[in-house]
């Protein structure tokens, strides 16, 4: 399962670009991902994958922070 609880990630340069996002993805599950330009879709998928760290907030993996 991936958790995120009340994530935010800031850039230096653009400000906050995700704010206080929380869901969860069960095993299996399927999601779409969809918004405007700039909308921090990118930034998600960057923190989910772990190739980047958020600056507030947590981020599980099956538990494990």
Do not use: P, W
Not at 8 to 26: I, M, Q
Request: some cysteine.
């Amino acid at each position: 399962m991936i958790k995120f609880v009340n994530v935010t990630k800031r850039y230096a340069e653009t400000g906050d670009v995700l704010r206080n996002v929380s869901f969860h993805l069960r095993r299996g599950e399927i999601a779409f991902l969809t918004g405007h330009s700039g909308a921090g879709k990118s930034t998600l998928l960057r923190l989910i994958a772990a190739m980047e760290r958020c600056s507030r907030g947590q981020i599980l993996l099956d538990g494990q922070d």
